[in-house]
């Protein structure tokens, strides 16, 4: 089963514009991992956020997570034609049990970037 | 560093018929994963390894899904016999030991069962 959801399911802006992605899980988690695909590629890690931290920054992007709420938002500043591609959050469960290190994927959200 | 590396990175097979995968993981990456990603849907674990040792296959059609790795390094992935919903992209990643970590993954294969 699906444990991360994302919303919106997909996502149309212009270049320069910022975009804002959500992701919604169930269960406790050690931490919250956010991934991009372009296309019929692989998956690119994009940042890591654990569950004792609330914010995150990488370059252009900023993340955040409320473990009270469950959810976390992906925010991509000054966005670009080539951020065009699928945003996966995917959660890590806590340490010990029979999931180890095992992340569990959400739907995406289909980003596209308009020059 | 060298990527993940995977192939075939298409596969086109007819119902009935088996095909199997090869995944290369980043070297001295302990940790392997298999993931299934079906068109319009997130990645799904199918198996994952800790050096040559199976960690968690909850999830992989064991009738007829099979995967192993032989000396802790390279995987496959085999379908036998293959259903036309096992029509998806397959998916490798590797991680460091620990596995609290972002995993890279491979360009993944693109299988089609008509």
């Known amino acids: 089963s699906q444990q991360g959801e994302e919303d919106p399911q997909a996502l149309s802006i212009q270049e320069g514009e910022n975009a804002t992605m959500n992701c919604s899980y169930k269960t406790s988690i050690n931490n919250l991992q956010w991934y991009r695909q372009n296309s019929g590629r692989g998956l690119v890690h994009l940042i890591l956020?654990?569950?004792?931290?609330r914010e995150k920054h990488s370059g252009r992007l900023r993340v955040t997570l409320d473990t009270s709420k469950k959810s976390s938002s992906l925010l991509i500043t000054a966005s670009r034609a080539a951020d065009t591609a699928s945003y996966f959050c995917a959660t890590c469960p806590p340490a010990g049990g029979t999931s180890y290190g095992k992340l569990t994927f959400g739907q995406g959200t289909i980003l596209t970037v308009h020059p | 560093e060298a990527g993940v590396a995977q192939s075939p990175r298409y596969k086109i097979i007819e119902k009935r018929q088996s095909v199997a995968f090869w995944c290369n993981p980043i070297s001295g990456h302990a940790t392997l994963y298999w993931y299934q990603q079906i068109l319009g849907q997130g990645p799904k674990l199918l198996i994952q390894?800790?050096?040559?040792?199976?960690?968690?296959d909850s999830q992989l059609p064991k009738d007829r899904f099979s995967a192993e790795r032989l000396k802790g390094v390279d995987s496959t992935l085999k379908i036998q016999p293959a259903k036309l919903e096992d029509s998806a992209v397959y998916l490798c990643a590797s991680t460091v030991q620990g596995a609290y970590n972002e995993q890279f993954f491979g360009p993944g294969t693109r299988l089609t069962v008509l």
């Open positions: 390894f800790q050096n040559n040792g199976v960690v968690d």
């Open positions: 956020i654990r569950s004792n931290e």
